[in-house]
Every structure is written in C-alpha cells, then in structure tokens.
C-alpha cells in the first residue's frame, strides 16, 4: 500500500547549519507531495508542495524536490534559525482525499 | 484569514464520559477531517466527511463516531472515552480538486488535547 517514510528525530542543530530531512514515499500512480510543519502549541500548515515528478516546491527558504526515480522528497534549507524549531511531517496525497503522513521529524535549533 | 477552529484546546475526562470535540472551517470546504496524532505514529485519520451528512471511515474509527449537519461544522464524539483515547485530535478541511489534479491543501486547527483519566 501507499506509505511515508521520513526520518526519525530529533535533530539538533546550531543556528546557520544546514539541513536535510529525508523523505520516501511508496505509492501507485503519481501522488502530490507535501511538507507541512507544526510549530509548538499549533496545528500544521502547509510548507510547501509539489505536484509532479521534478518539480521544485520552496517556501521560507526551505526547498524540497519531486524525485521519481528514488520516489524521495527530501526537505533541505541552507541555514536554518532558531525560529525552525518545530516538527516536520512529509505527507502524499491520492485520490481527492486520502493524505498520507510520515511520523514527523522534531528539529530543534539551537542559538 | 482562513480558518479552522476547535473548541477546546484542552480537556480533562473520565473513563466512561461521552467526549464532543468540535470543529468549524469557514473557508466553505467541503471536506472536512478528523485525525488523531501520537507521538512515533503520525497522523491517523478517523474519520472523513465529503459533504453535509455524509461521512466515511478512516484508518481507526473504532470508539468514534462524527456529525456533519451544516457544512462548515463537524463534530468528532467519544461515546464511552477510554484512557487509550488519551491523545491530540486535529481536525483538517479541504477543497476538493477537480479529477486528475489532487493537489489539495489541508487547513488545520490547533487541535484538541484530550486526557482521559
């Protein structure tokens, strides 16, 4: 069946590092793919999204890429800041409604 | 700005206590979701409505039931709450997509932490 695999947590890393958050996804067709974060207290929002293989989908300076061939959609930003502190969740969809979410990534940026 | 609103951000019930979580979007989505989330296991979805009285189950609907009576309102209910339905509930809408471009965002609420006791 139609899965999300995303890296487990936490990672701890000093303002101004770079990050990467890997995602794998297994899925019949070509679902869209998402990254949604959920900042302390709140609910998720939408980060960013891509919709077919090769697209690129950025957001606050983070960026992710639609890999067919390694069915992988990797999270990456250049420098990170202390206000990233949060949990991330890569996420498909097929159908019209059916989403699937990994487990999430906690990410904790320290000053 | 967009919105996705439950009513409690926290509750506190006994075993055995009926549970109402309340949910309402007012971006007139015509689907609407309730997922649970526990720490090392994601999202799951309960259930899932597509339009007014109309609902279908998720993943682990067992122990709950829904109520979707006007379209921007649907109601997550714990019949008898039991301590392994201590947990955040979310609840999401979306716009649904015409065919072939499922592309849909989730809008989230802050969720609803339920302890059950």
Redesign the interface.
């Known amino acids: 069946g139609n899965s999300v695999t995303q890296m487990e947590g936490p990672v701890t890393l000093s303002e101004e590092a770079f990050l990467t958050i890997n995602c794998t996804y297994t899925a019949t067709g070509y679902p869209s793919l998402f990254w949604y974060v959920q900042y302390p207290g709140e609910g998720l929002q939408l980060l960013l999204k891509a919709t077919k293989a090769d697209d690129k989908g950025s957001n606050k300076g983070f960026e992710a890429t639609y890999r067919k061939e390694t069915t992988s959609f990797h999270l990456e930003k250049g420098s990170v800041q202390v206000s990233d502190s949060a949990v991330y969740f890569c996420a498909l969809i097929w159908g019209t409604y059916k989403y699937i979410f990994g487990t999430g990534t906690r990410l904790k940026v320290l000053a | 700005d967009v919105k996705?609103t439950q009513s409690s951000r926290y509750l506190v019930k006994r075993t055995g206590e009926k549970v109402f979580l309340e949910c309402v979007q007012d971006m007139d989505h015509e689907?609407m979701?309730w997922y649970r989330q526990d720490p090392?296991?994601?999202?799951r979805?309960i259930y899932?409505s597509?339009d007014v009285k109309m609902k279908e189950k998720g993943d682990i609907p067992e122990g709950y039931s829904v109520s979707r009576e006007k379209k921007e309102r649907f109601s997550l209910i714990l019949e008898s709450a039991s301590t392994n339905q201590t947990s955040m509930y979310?609840c999401?809408s979306?716009s649904?997509?015409l065919?072939g471009?499922?592309?849909?965002?989730?809008f989230?609420?802050?969720?609803s932490r339920l302890t059950v006791l």
């Open positions: 996705v689907n979701f090392g296991l994601g999202l979805l899932f597509y979310l999401a979306s649904p997509e065919a471009s499922n592309t849909g965002e989730l989230f609420g802050e969720g």
